[in-house]
C-alpha cells in the first residue's frame, strides 16, 4: 500500500471504459474520491478530442486529458486545450505518397481541434477501414495528394491478417527522422492492427510528462492503468503500472494484471496501491 500518490493515469478505451463505452459507478465514484484527496486523474487515450467527449463530458471527474496519443492536452478546469503538435505538411506530404505506394489504406487527420475531420486514401476493401470511415462520415473526405496540411496524426489500417507493420514502421523511420509511430490494436474490431504516425517525440507519456511538470509531480509519485500497445510508453514510466485482465497476454508479462475493464480494473489497480481508497464505504 502506499498513500504517496499523487497523480492516477488511465487509458480510456479497454480500460476506464467497460464495453459500452461508459465509465462505470464504482470507476466513478474512484475518480471522484481520487480527487477529494487531491490526487490528479488523467485521462490518457487514442480518442481525438471529440471522440473523448462522445464518452466524458466537463463534469466528469478528471482533471486532465492527454488526447489522440499526446497530440494534444486538455485541462478541464480551465476548459481548454494547453498544447497541439502536428506533422508539418511537407513531411506529410512525403509520408502518405509513400503509403500510397506501399498499397495502404490510411487516413490522415485535420489539425487540432478538429481532428477528428480527416481525408482518405482507400487502396482495397477492408472492414476495419471501411467501419471507421462509415462511422466519421459526415467529416471525412477523399484525399487530395496536391493539397496536403499539417496533421496531427495519419493512421494506416491493416487488413486482419496481414503482418507488414514492423516492415513498414522500418521504412519510414529509415527515411523520415521527425516523426513516432505507434502500435495499436483496433478500437472496431479488436483485431487488426493500426499503424499510427506522429510528430517526433509525441506520445502519450510527452502529454502525461507534460501535466507533471506543471505540478511538480515526480514519476515515483504515479499510478497508471491501461490495456494496449500504445499504453507501453508511459505504463513504463509509472511507479505503479497495471493493465487490465483484457489486455495483450504480451502486456500481462511486463506489468501489474487488475480485473477487467468490464469489471472495474481500474478501481481495483487503485485500491491496490492506495491505501486509505475504500470503496465498500462510498457505494451505497
Known sequence: MNNNVRMVVTDMDGTLLNSNGKISE????????LGEKNILRVFATGR???????????????????????????CRNQQKILYSRNIQACTTKKIVLMLKNF??????????????????????????????NNKYRPFIKEIDFSNISDSPQIIVIFNKNEDRFDEISK???????DINIIKATSPISGENIWLEIYPK???????????????????SETLGV?????????LDKMAYPFVTQNANIELHKKYFVTKSNNENGFSEAVKKIISDINLSKLIL
Open 26 to 33: 464504482e470507476n466513478y465514484l474512484t475518480l471522484k474520491t
Open 48 to 74: 481525438s478530442i471529440f471522440s473523448a467527449f462522445h464518452a466524458i463530458d466537463n463534469n466528469s471527474p478528471f482533471d486532465y486529458l492527454v488526447f489522440s496519443s499526446g497530440t494534444g492536452v486538455y
Open 103 to 132: 498499397g495502404l489504406n490510411f487516413s490522415v487527420a485535420n489539425k487540432i481541434p478538429d481532428n477528428h475531420k480527416y481525408c482518405y486514401y482507400k487502396y482495397c476493401d477492408e472492414p476495419d477501414f471501411d467501419t471507421r
Open 171 to 177: 521504412k519510414l523511420f529509415a527515411n523520415f527522422n
Open 201 to 219: 517525440n509525441t506520445s502519450k507519456f510527452t502529454g502525461v510528462s507534460f501535466i507533471s511538470k506543471l505540478h511538480n509531480i515526480n514519476l
Open 226 to 234: 491501461g490495456n494496449d500497445f500504445n499504453d507501453i510508453d508511459f
